[in-house]
């Protein structure tokens, strides 16, 4: 079985309601609660999914913490001035 998304026109909504129940014994219709949480879902785990894979093959360069703190305390201080 596959799963897929399909964005339907509100105005043929009817139409694709009557092609699913002649082929009701091939296809499932259920709600993905995925995308009632949050309607961006499959996005954001696409896109966190490309940073890691950026970050493990050395494409994206990660700092340490404390570099990171340093570096904002460092802009902090410019903005004091």
Known sequence: MQTLTINVKDDF???VIK???TAKDNITIQKDKNLEYDPYFYERRDRLQKIRTDSKN???KMIEDVEFWEDIDAYVDTLQK
């Open 13 to 15: 909504m009817n139409e």
């Open 19 to 21: 092609f699913i129940e």
């Open 58 to 60: 050395g494409k994206t």
